[in-house]
């Protein structure tokens, strides 16, 4: 059964950093693309960014230049970090392996001063 375990959620003030983590178990994790997500209070899922096994990345244009993806493969680890945060990247963020349906539990990020 694949498990996911985000964690490095917090409160933050505007302008700040957060680096988000995401732990995985029971998937081929290297050959796996990764997908961060968020979904914020009264609103639909959205996606947020993706890497892929090679390292190439992609990001939704709200992020783009201030959130940063990466991987570990050896420690089945993604990363989110998160500069220049905004009152509105406020949101529970999910990560999710691309090609498995299964979530974690989130982790809650809230920009505020």
């Known amino acids: 059964q694949v498990q996911l375990v985000e964690s490095g959620g917090g409160l933050v003030q505007p302008g700040g950093s957060l680096r988000l983590s995401c732990a995985a178990a029971?998937?081929?994790?290297?050959?796996?693309?990764m997908d961060w997500y968020r979904q914020a209070p009264g609103k639909q899922r959205e996606w947020v960014a993706t890497?892929?096994?090679?390292?190439?990345?992609n990001y939704a244009d709200s992020v783009k230049g201030r959130f940063i993806i990466s991987r570990d493969n050896a420690k089945k680890t993604a990363y989110l970090q998160m500069n220049s945060l905004k009152p509105e990247d406020t949101a529970v963020y999910y990560c999710?392996?691309?090609?498995?349906?299964?979530w974690g539990q989130g982790t809650q990020v809230t920009v505020s001063s």
């Open positions: 029971a998937i081929a994790f290297s050959s796996n693309p």
């Open positions: 999710k392996p691309a090609s498995v349906n299964a």
């Open positions: 890497i892929f096994g090679s390292g190439i990345t």
